[in-house]
């Protein structure tokens, strides 16, 4: 929402800014890490397929982010959100067709793999997951507004995505994948977290009660340890009880990136100017442990 830091900055780089290029790892990660499990159980991967549901996942991220620039627009919360789409083309109309297109050939990539698997059950799961994205943002729901964000955000990217991943793949269900799919869920809601921090003035003022308006800064960067460290802690729980490889644990690997996170949070989590680049710390860790936890599947 806000953006003082962004007055007077080139037109690029509010472009860049509003596109938001590396939040689209949001798409690619449950997408991989859903085939990766398959992969495992069944050695056999359908690439078509994934590549199919990984352009359709990019384009539903689009549509996801391009709305929620239609709808902060709708309700004034972005007035000065300068790398706000609407802002930047002062065109709402335009950038809400443009954004329900992307929706359209999202949802088309995943109706053509229900096509070829003569299956509807993909295709349902990702229309529930989208009813739901539209619900954290759209009238008359704005469940983003009481604080519901990362409830469905951990539920959409996490067992709703890895579900669908798997099922694309398999046209079955797998508790293994399931507890991978706790742990997607759970990285992909810290990025969403750890983007309030720097707004709580902003959301107060709008009425948005976010996670962090209602606890706190302090209480936030506590509740982000400790969500941190359970996609570690699920992880060696997934190979204690046999449910994933022994490989899974390069998941470790990515463990530099979440103390650097959580350490950076817990310094400056009551410094908006400082604590707002948290949000991209976080889509890293996201990038790395997802990578890695796929890989442990794969190999
Ligand atoms: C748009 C999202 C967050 C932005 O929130 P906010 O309005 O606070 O941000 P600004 O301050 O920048 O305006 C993400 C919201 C995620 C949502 C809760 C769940 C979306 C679910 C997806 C539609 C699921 C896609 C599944 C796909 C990978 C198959
Ligand atoms: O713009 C943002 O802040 C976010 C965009 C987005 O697509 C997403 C997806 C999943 C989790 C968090 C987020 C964002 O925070």
């Known amino acids: 929402m806000t953006t003082f830091e962004s007055v007077g900055q080139p037109k690029s780089k509010l472009w860049l800014a509003a596109i938001k290029p590396p939040m689209y790892t949001v798409a690619i990660i449950p997408i991989t890490v859903g085939s990766a499990v398959a992969y495992a159980q069944t050695q056999a991967i359908d690439l078509n397929i994934l590549g199919t549901f990984l352009l359709s996942a990019i384009a539903i991220i689009a549509w996801l982010n391009i709305s929620n620039d239609v709808y902060d627009s709708d309700t004034g919360i972005d007035i000065n959100k300068a790398e706000s789409v609407v802002n930047l083309t002062g065109n709402r109309n335009l950038m809400f067709w443009l954004g329900n297109l992307f929706l359209g050939l999202g949802i088309a990539g995943i109706a053509m793999i229900s096509w070829w698997q003569q299956d509807l059950t993909v295709v349902e799961i990702v229309l529930l997951s989208c009813f739901l994205g539209y619900s954290y943002q759209g009238p008359p729901f704005r469940l983003g507004y009481q604080g519901l964000g990362e ?10 995505a890895l579900s669908a991943a798997y099922y694309s793949q398999t046209q079955s269900w797998s508790i293994a994948n399931l507890l991978a799919s706790l742990i997607i869920g759970i990285s992909t809601s810290i990025i969403l977290f750890c983007s309030h921090f720097h707004q709580v ?5 709008a009425g948005k009660l976010s996670p962090i308006v209602r606890m706190g800064t302090k209480m936030g960067a506590a509740v982000l340890k400790w969500s941190t460290a359970s996609i570690y802690a699920l992880s060696a729980v997934g190979v204690a009880i046999g449910l994933f490889p022994v490989a899974t644990l390069l998941v470790f690997l ?3 990136l979440a103390i650097k996170l959580t350490n950076f949070v817990s310094e400056y989590h009551d410094r ?3 604590v707002r680049t948290c949000k991209y710390l976080a889509v890293r860790l996201h990038f790395a442990s997802g990578l890695l936890l796929a890989l442990g599947f794969y190999i």
């Open 254 to 256: 990515s463990l530099p």
């Open 201 to 205: 003035k902003d959301d107060l003022a």
């Open 151 to 160: 409830i469905i955000c951990t539920i959409c990217f996490g067992p709703l």
């Open 272 to 274: 908006p100017e400082r």
